[in-house]
């Protein structure tokens, strides 16, 4: 998509403008292609304690956020698609990415953004305190 830029997970930022854009997205807790790992992915399976070390070292370094900023500018140049509902949700989350620790952790609340898991969902509120969203 032109709209797109360089975001690191294209499926990713495919399910948000499909949902942001007021599409249905249906979850299948049965995974239904197969998807290979290797060395060279950027984003992997984070079931093992090691990948949710390293996911977590990533989190610190700044990664997620650079990862991030690239998705909202992609999220950004396609906004025009977006219902007024999550343009709005995406405003509070790029608010909960700057201003003091009390303002982030507020507009994150706002927003209301989850992740499939307590352990991610855990994550994104360490980044949100961290200043690393």
Same mark, same amino acid.
């Given at each position: 998509? *032109?709209?797109?830029?360089?975001?690191?997970?294209? %499926?990713?930022?495919?399910?948000?403008?499909?949902? $942001?854009?007021? $599409?249905?997205?249906?979850? %299948? *807790?049965?995974?239904?292609?197969?998807?290979?790992?290797?060395?060279? =992915?950027?984003? $992997?399976? =984070?079931?093992?304690?090691?990948?949710?070390? +390293? #996911?977590?070292?990533?989190? &610190?370094?700044?990664?997620?956020? %650079?990862? =991030?900023?690239?998705?909202?500018?992609?999220?950004?140049? +396609?906004?025009?698609?977006?219902?007024? %509902?999550?343009?709005?949700?995406?405003?509070?989350?790029? +608010?909960? #990415?700057?201003?003091?620790?009390?303002? #982030?952790? +507020?507009?994150?609340?706002?927003?209301?953004?989850?992740?499939?898991?307590?352990?991610?969902?855990?994550?994104?509120?360490?980044?949100?305190?961290?200043?690393? &969203?």
């Amino acid at each position: 998509a *032109p709209h797109a830029g360089t975001i690191t997970s294209h %499926d990713w930022w495919a399910y948000q403008l499909v949902t $942001g854009a007021g $599409g249905m997205v249906v979850f %299948d *807790p049965d995974p239904q292609v197969l998807y290979r790992q290797h060395g060279q =992915n950027r984003i $992997g399976a =984070n079931s093992a304690a090691r990948a949710s070390l +390293a #996911r977590l070292a990533m989190l &610190l370094a700044g990664r997620f956020r %650079d990862w =991030n900023a690239g998705n909202l500018a992609a999220l950004e140049g +396609a906004s025009h698609w977006l219902t007024p %509902d999550a343009r709005a949700t995406l405003a509070e989350f790029q +608010a909960a #990415r700057s201003g003091h620790l009390v303002e #982030r952790l +507020a507009a994150l609340h706002r927003a209301g953004l989850y992740r499939q898991t307590a352990r991610g969902t855990l994550a994104l509120w360490l980044a949100a305190l961290l200043g690393r &969203l």
